[in-house]
């Protein structure tokens, strides 16, 4: 689990409610139901007009990477696919065959399972980067739909706010009426920002930022089975490799 | 039908209307003539100076994917084109004319013609590719009709809401007048902002996300028929149309 | 004349004008000379820094396109462009000599010299290329000086508004000064918006797709230009050009 | 110098001050010490911290040609060119050496200086192509120092407002302070825009497009040197850099 | 240590207390924990929700480059790297080995092993290309760290204004209540837009620009490194590094 994460979450949600308690107002006063209302169903509406099931659903998905996102351990995995190259190197590249089921990683087999068929140098870099390039734009796509909340929000905290206001601008002459009025305006308009700012927003970067990351590892893959494909000596593959650590 | 668009706008719909009789107001502050009219006609407006007659029409033709996307069966259409170059591998390149005009989809179809036709691979990249791209910068051109609809309806709305709220200053004096003013201006900013996010911005959104499908659809046609031009084995190709999966 | 943008510009007006009167506002209080004065000289003003006269000059040339954009019949060109690789191949190359002096087209033109020169199929795409490139970022440089002008002028509209805000504060004293202070106010307001959004930005957006739509124009001669250079027949190259149709 | 720029600073200053005056407003009510001291601090402030040394030398040293752009005359460069090329022809890159020393053009003379030392033709290119990479990268550096400026004046303005209107808050008591605080408040938010959009963000506008058109210039002559390093004949190398003019 | 830097973030400083005190302002009236509570707290909230420990780390690493940016002597480097392929001509590329362990810069230093290993200059250029690419990409995430916080503490500090004006509403009739209210409402703003303009966004700025400064070295070094693999004469080698200059 990243534990920066959680803490980020923490020191988001204490950031308006213990900041409300010090500044002396009352949790209450932070608490509307139709504000919340307005901004949630209206963030969904917008964001579920422009998203087709699938993407929704890797979207979904997807949300688990920004507790837990995948464990990438680079220096290990150098050391696997220069163990492959010397493999390869002594047993010619059908000696790979048998480490193709244990492989975990999918990405990771498929090369291996290229360079077992004995694919050209040049198919295996097509095929493989074909891949990486479809994971990448799907996992923007999916990023997109929080980053779309994140847009959203905010502009529909503000149609929250004006509904509110106007509720005011009607009952101008019954002042009992004045306070719940201007509170849903105001609530409306926190809600719709603290969801983009603290939520939505910080979503989609993490899922892009934990993307990127998978494709610069599957990007080190690549590298190493082409090297191999390409018959380079262990030695050399290494000191490319070596480029994707610290 | 995409069923997730319908949940959309209905959800983005009552987010207004339930959201502002949970808070108490009535319907009629939210209906106002003066304000729709500025909104509508100074979007349109500023739309249809800038958009030629080609692309509106092209745009109002794209509205239905919002809707109505075309489906796409990514499998069944591997299966096809490794059917196809089974097809080419045993009765030669000829042996596909008979497919042509059974062919529905006009970009496979013109693939299918420029094979049988004896093109060079590389010919038949270059044509298919230039398609891609045409197809690609039309669709964003319709899609960027309703994003520009998304950017100056908020400004408008602005425009309306300044307009009664200077018709309010000028009958400062007769405070009867104050109420129907206010309205106009507050409701003309909802207007602005809501038909910007809960329907322009998600349509144009749609659209080109329903393009960039498509794109990736073809690009996996031109990827087969490429690869059957240039007698790759069918194997070789379903590994290299995987990609496209998942 | 582009029927289209005309109905814009008439809709953008009436939005203003009609939605003030059936707002039962009177046409007056959205006339103001300071107001208009402030926004326009302030966004003439940092326009005239940022731009050279010679963009300057190309600017106000372009903008004719807003109202009367080039016709292009693609289809007419095709077939004009087919003609001259069926005279290619029957009279050689020197055979389109003839053709040079009528053809009104100046980029065509430039392309038929280049094949009657007998220039490398190479050199032909490098130079009409470059031709294409040049012309883009010009234009896009011409489209650029409206699109700053658009976002000029809603801050200086800003400006203008703060300068009434302050003369009503140093008048707070003397009420019957109110009134022409907030009145400036709101209406630079206005005018700086509704300038940008219904004029400025409209206009930018349409020379830039006018811009676009050249530049494909001629992508499809230089695409059929070079295809005669390299001795395609002219069913292919009928194949390649039908790509621009539809 | 650019007349075009001074009526441009002329307009711009006019637009607030002749405004002002028609509003019927004081000039000493949009003179105020505190706003434009913090507006200005503020803003080199924030680029101080952001910028190099050696950058903010060369932005201040490129800030003159917003007023003083270099003088580009592309038809007698053509002209010079294409002479050079029938120098070559007649006497041997070597004949080009007595030009070198009277090229006022420094990038124009490391191009003789490379055809006269007879580097390979892609040599020349790679060089060149550097030169104009760094140039470009480096004046870009150069501009963004200006943008940085109209993106943090207007901000810091906003903190001068509200540091006025605290002040107002903290007086209530005492009105004869209102009319100071509110005064710096908005003067400050006027200096913040009107810094930006008059004067920051034109000069570095200006200074990206002169960079542009000194790119493309140099381009220019890349072009006409590459191609005499080929052997191209005179007419050839005319119709190549013709593109350019107009 | 970056003179140009502390200065900056002295006058900023000082832009406010300074522009404070000017305009007759009390210190204590800019103090006000709960505020500054929610705008960090907020701040660092959603910035941990959407990084890496692993990117925390290096952008607290990078924070350095601010007040001490890595000094760079271009003039020296490109005499050492002459040095070298003189070495390089006289004693083969094996002469170089001995400098490998003298040289500081580690990429410089792969860059020599490289060339003492007789890699092909097509894979030095390809490893060290890596190198640099990867060195880009993860500085500016690191660099985004501080963006992403001056793109959020301004939409956190206008959360902390809206809590504390909910606060004001509910206290109306209590008017000893109003002063604390408004000024955590208006102090919030403040701290949001003060933080981002005056050290997130800065900070953020500067650790692009000195991380484009240590690319744009490394290309030199890479540069003359290829220029000595592929055997260039030093007087041509020169003449490339050059552009580095100025």
Known sequence: MDILTVIGIVLGISAIFVGNYLDGGHIASLLNFPAIFIVLMGTF???????????????????????FPPV??????????????????????????????KEKNKFSQKGLQLLVDGSEPETIRIVLENDIQIFESRSNEAAKVFESMGGYSPTIGIIGAVIGLIHVMNNLADPSMLGAGIATAFVATIYGVAFANLLFLPCAAKIKSVSRSIVQ???????????????????SIDLRLKSYLN
Chains 1, 2, 3, 4, 5 share one sequence.
């Open 45 to 67: 509406g917008a964001v579920f007009v422009q998203t087709s099931l699938v993407t929704m659903k890797r979207a979904m998905k997807l949300l688990s990477w920004v507790l």
């Open 72 to 101: 990438i351990h680079l220096d290990k995995d150098i050391a696997r696919i220069i163990s492959w190259s010397i493999t390869a190197r002594q047993e010619g590249l059908l000696g790979l065959e048998a480490l193709i089921e």
């Open 217 to 235: 590892y599957n990007e080190m893959i690549l590298e190493g089975i082409s090297a191999i494909a390409e018959g380079d000596n262990p030695r």
